[in-house]
């Protein structure tokens, strides 16, 4: 069993960056992959990206060429930057592991002003 906890989150322009931590309860080192996931208000949770154990990075197509997800193993983190933030990347984020694998954290409230 693996906890998460996100943080990093707030309030930015359109345009901004801001960079999400995500801090795993034991070692990440040998989860095959770790995923990002967001769910805006009224809306289902979306998969917004992934990275596997050799670094390997996916993208949702709504993302793609903004957002880089990294992971240091070392600090049983995952992060998130994200750049040039658009009114609709306004949602609250998590982390997890293989896909959903485990119980989800409180998640990071990220808010987009337009």
């Known amino acids: 069993q693996v906890q998460f906890v996100e943080s990093g989150g707030g309030l930015v322009q359109a345009g901004g960056s801001l960079r999400l931590s995500c801090a795993a309860s034991r070692s990440i080192e040998n989860i095959p992959r770790m995923d990002w996931h967001r769910q805006s208000p009224g809306q289902e949770r979306e998969w917004v990206a992934l990275?596997?154990?050799?670094?390997?990075?996916n993208y949702a197509d709504s993302v793609k060429g903004r957002f880089t997800v990294s992971r240091d193993n070392a600090k049983k983190t995952l992060f998130l930057q994200m750049n040039n933030l658009k009114s609709e990347d306004t949602a609250v984020y998590y982390c997890?592991?293989?896909?959903?694998?485990?119980?989800w954290g409180q998640g990071t409230q990220v808010t987009v002003s337009s």
């Open positions: 997890n592991a293989n896909f959903h694998q485990y119980k």
């Open positions: 990275i596997t154990r050799d670094g390997t990075t």
